[in-house]
């Protein structure tokens, strides 16, 4: 099964070529947790889950490494942890927590590999220190900076004009860059602040460091699929291939760079906290909406084209999914049709795979079955097994889970066996039968 992807690098839908069959390596940027996650948040989750589900069914399950981190260190976490009173610690944790279950109520599996920001420090030191000795960072007034005069080839990724790329740099002036462009890897903590000991003084890392840091550490100095977000193209992605290649002479840090483009409100703006427009997964869950539907919802366009949410999407979405839903209920699922297989493995091209579906469920139930787990998209219980009840306990458990908390999961799963209800966790979600 060949799978082309568009890469931003070349801005050609190359061929997925992995330097491993056996070891295919994915990295996408994850969430800094100090808010709920809205639905735009939810985008990258939902569409890197889909590939990750993709790959493991192309390359085998077993054959596949997606790493996606917590920042669980930033200036935002500190305000928001001081303006609650509590520790940060306590607000990462909570937040992580939220975003896991609200990710997994979308069926967004948990990556192979989640670093978190402030477990990785060595390893962002020893990068730091790389290219410091190699003569691309250098320390000034406690704080260590990136050269970007010494990255050849800087601006290859996201392919701006120099004086673009300054004018955003421009933000942060500093007057101890050597140019304005140059970004910080380390930066002073005061004695208030969280910080780490380190050669150039206490202190914290930089955004951008921490990103190559855990990809060197967890999966390797080039991997195969680098993702994310539009906006995190530059400077987040920029600066990332530019650190990650200087320290490791040269070596690409990712074979296909992939970005997901803006889910949208109201037309043309991007969903954003800043601009204040945002709807979290938990409200939308809250109102009743299934994660099946909101998950067909984000994957109704393609993952490259803009997404206008709203409400007559949700209906729309909803609406297929209970017609589905009564024609599937109790199909046991065989394989995917080779339509579905096909219309994925086109870049993710999710209308066609949707259309695929379609027909199936009306020629070959078995097959749509099939191709409805594989895209991760659970159906809203329907008919005898619809009971608010149960489904209210199999997300408690969901969420127990998500948070490692074996023994509550547990504790639900056997009380409703004692019912005579038995659960099911498959790859579509957990349900439930009577025995
Ligand atoms: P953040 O926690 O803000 O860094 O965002 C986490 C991920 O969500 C990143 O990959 C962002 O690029 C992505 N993202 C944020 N807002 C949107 C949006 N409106 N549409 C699609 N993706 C988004
Ligand atoms: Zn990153």
């Known amino acids: 099964?060949?799978?082309?992807?568009y890469n931003t690098l070349t801005r050609a839908r190359d061929a997925l070529v992995p330097a491993d069959p056996a070891r295919v390596t994915m990295y996408v940027c994850g969430p800094t947790v100090y808010d709920r996650a809205h639905i735009g948040n939810a985008r990258p989750a939902v569409v890197f889950d889909l590939l990750r589900r993709l790959l493991g069914h192309a390359y085998g399950e077993d054959h596949v490494l997606y790493a996606r981190n917590i920042t669980d260190?930033?200036?935002?976490?500190?305000?928001?942890?001081?303006?609650?009173?509590?520790?940060?610690?306590?607000?990462?944790?909570?937040?992580?927590?939220?975003?896991?279950?609200d990710m997994g109520a979308l069926g967004v599996r948990r990556p192979d590999l989640e670093p978190h920001a402030t477990t990785s420090i060595p390893a962002m030191l020893a990068m730091i220190a790389t290219l410091v000795n190699k003569g691309h960072a250098y320390a000034a007034a406690g704080h260590v900076l990136f050269d970007v005069g010494t990255a050849a080839g800087y601006g290859q990724l996201s392919r701006r004009p120099m004086?673009?790329?300054?004018?955003?740099?421009?933000v942060e002036v500093a007057p101890y860059k050597r140019a304005p462009a140059d970004f910080v890897l380390w930066k002073p903590s005061s004695p208030d602040q969280p910080g780490w000991d380190s050669p150039w003084g206490r202190g914290r890392p930089g955004w951008h460091i921490e990103c190559s840091a855990m990809i060197a550490e967890c999966l390797g100095e080039t991997i195969d699929i680098h993702g994310g977000g539009l906006d995190l193209q530059f400077p987040h992605h920029e600066n990332e291939l530019a650190q990650s290649s200087c320290a490791h002479d040269g070596a690409a840090l990712a074979r296909i760079w992939m970005h997901n483009g803006f889910l949208t409100m109201a037309g043309d703006e991007k969903m954003s906290k800043s601009l204040g427009n945002v709807v979290s997964v938990g409200a939308l869950l809250d109102e009743g909406w299934h994660g099946g539907v909101l998950r067909l919802a984000l994957l109704s366009a393609h993952y490259r084209q803009p997404l206008d949410w709203g409400s007559?999407?949700?209906?729309?979405?909803?609406?297929?999914?209970?017609?589905?839903?009564?024609?599937?209920?109790?199909?046991?699922?065989?394989?995917?049709?080779?339509?579905?297989?096909?219309?994925?493995?086109?870049?993710?091209?999710?209308?066609?795979?949707l259309a695929a579906l379609s027909a199936d469920v009306r020629a070959d139930p078995a097959a749509a079955a099939a191709g409805l787990a594989l895209m991760g998209i659970a159906l809203p219980y329907t008919g005898?097994?619809?009971?608010?009840?149960?489904?209210?306990?199999?997300?408690?458990?969901?969420?127990?889970?998500?948070?490692r908390n074996w023994a509550e999961s547990d504790r639900?799963?056997?009380?409703?066996?004692?019912?005579?209800?038995?659960?099911?966790?498959?790859?579509?979600?957990?349900v439930w039968r009577r025995l």
Do not use: H
């Open 1 to 5: 099964m060949e799978i082309r992807l």
């Open 73 to 101: 260190i930033d200036d935002k976490i500190m305000a928001r942890a001081i303006a609650e009173g509590i520790a940060i610690g306590t607000l990462t944790r909570r937040y992580e927590d939220f975003y896991l279950a």
């Open 163 to 170: 004086d673009e790329m300054l004018a955003v740099s421009r």
């Open 312 to 353: 007559q999407l949700l209906a729309d979405s909803k609406a297929r999914l209970d017609r589905w839903g009564r024609t599937l209920g109790d199909v046991v699922p065989s394989a995917p049709s080779p339509a579905l297989l096909a219309a994925l493995a086109d870049d993710l091209n999710t209308p066609q795979a």
């Open 384 to 403: 005898e097994n619809t009971d608010t009840r149960i489904d209210a306990l199999i997300a408690e458990r969901t969420a127990a889970r998500v948070a």
């Open 412 to 430: 639900i799963r056997d009380a409703l066996l004692a019912e005579g209800i038995a659960l099911e966790d498959g790859p579509a979600g957990t």
